[in-house]
C-alpha cells in the first residue's frame, strides 16, 4: 500500500517542480525612457527617499545617543549607553525594518551601493538607478538634518554621526574595509533576492530582508572600529554635508569609492561567477551562430 501511495506522489511532486521551472529573466535594458512615463517609477524613488530619511534619523540618534550617554564631562559612564553592539543592531535593524517595507515598492535599496551592484547586474536601468540615488542622497541630508535640528548642541559637541578613519588606521586600511563590508552586504543581497531561489522556495521573498539586515548588523560590529562603518555612500554623504567640517570631508572619498568597488565586485561575483552568467552568454552566442 506504501508502495501505490508512492507511486502516485511521484508525478505530482514532478508536476509541481515542473510549474516551478526555472527561467532567467531578461536583464533590465540600459535606458528605458518608457518607465519615466509610469507613477510607479516617481513613486519609487520617494520610497527610496523616505526610508534612506528614516534610516539616517533612527542611526544617528543612536550614534549621538550613545556618545552622550558615555562622556564623563556630561555625568555618563564609559559603560554606559548601546554600546558598538546596540549601534550595529540600530544599524541592521533599520535595514531589516525598511526593505521589508519598500521592498515591493522600490526593491528596498536605500543604499546608492546597492543600487549600483544592481545596475552592473542590469537589474534596474540607467534612470532609475540614478534616480535611486539622487533620492536617497537627498534622504539622507534630510534625516540627519532633523536629528541636528532637534538636538542641535549634542549634534555639533559629538561630531554629528560624520564617517572618519580611526587613529592607528591609514586611509588603505579604511578603503579595503570599506570594499569587503560592501561586498558582504551587496552579495548577501544578491542572494537573498535570487530569482532562482524565489522560484523554488516560495519563503524565501518573505526572508530576504532577514539577512540583508543581519548583514548590515555583523559588517558594522566588524568597521566600526576603523572607519566608523559607511557601506552607504548615502549615510556617509548625509552626515557629511549637514555636518559640513574639515574633518568630515578629509576622507570622505572612502567612503564613495569604497562602497563602489565592493559593489561591483559583488556583482561580477554573483552573477558572472556563481551564476555563470558569462558562460550562459558565450553558449548563447555560439548556439545562435550554428543556426
Request: charge should be neutral.
Amino acid at each position: 500500500m506504501t508502495k501505490d501511495v508512492e507511486a502516485v506522489a511521484e508525478p505530482q511532486q514532478q508536476a509541481e517542480f515542473s510549474a516551478k521551472d526555472y527561467h532567467d529573466p531578461p536583464p533590465t535594458p540600459l535606458i528605458d525612457m518608457d518607465e519615466l512615463k509610469k507613477w510607479s517609477f516617481y513613486r519609487a524613488a520617494i520610497a527610496e527617499f523616505v526610508a534612506t530619511l528614516l534610516f539616517l534619523y533612527i542611526t544617528i540618534l543612536t550614534v549621538i545617543g550613545y556618545n552622550v550617554q558615555t562622556d564623563a564631562d556630561a555625568g555618563g559612564e564609559d559603560c554606559g549607553g548601546v554600546g558598538i553592539l546596540g549601534i550595529a543592531w540600530a544599524f541592521g535593524g533599520m535595514i531589516f525594518i525598511l526593505v521589508y517595507c519598500t521592498a515591493g515598492i522600490s526593491g528596498g535599496h536605500i543604499n546608492p551601493a546597492v543600487t549600483f551592484g544592481l545596475f552592473i547586474a542590469r537589474k534596474v536601468s540607467l534612470p532609475r538607478a540614478l534616480a535611486y540615488m539622487i533620492a536617497q542622497c537627498l534622504g539622507a541630508i534630510c534625516g540627519v538634518g532633523l536629528v541636528k535640528g532637534f538636538q542641535t548642541a549634542y549634534y555639533v559637541r559629538y561630531g554629528g554621526g560624520v564617517n572618519v578613519m580611526a587613529g592607528g588606521y591609514n586611509k588603505g586600511t579604511g578603503l579595503g574595509a570599506e570594499i569587503i563590508g560592501t561586498f558582504v552586504l551587496v552579495y548577501t543581497v544578491f542572494a537573498a533576492t535570487d530569482p532562482k531561489r524565489n522560484a523554488r522556495d516560495s519563503h524565501v521573498p518573505v526572508l530576504a530582508p532577514l539577512p540583508i539586515g543581519f548583514a548590515v548588523f555583523m559588517v558594522h560590529l566588524a568597521t566600526i572600529p576603523i572607519t566608523g562603518t559607511g557601506i552607504n555612500p548615502a549615510r556617509s554623504f548625509g552626515a557629511a554635508v549637514i555636518f559640513n567640517q574639515e574633518k568630515s570631508w578629509n576622507e570622505h572619498w572612502i567612503f564613495w569609492v569604497g562602497p563602489f568597488v565592493g559593489a561591483a565586485a559583488a556583482a561580477f561575483y554573483h552573477q558572472y561567477i556563481l551564476r555563470a552568467g558569462a558562460i550562459k552568454a558565450l553558449g548563447s552566442f555560439r548556439s545562435s551562430a550554428n543556426n
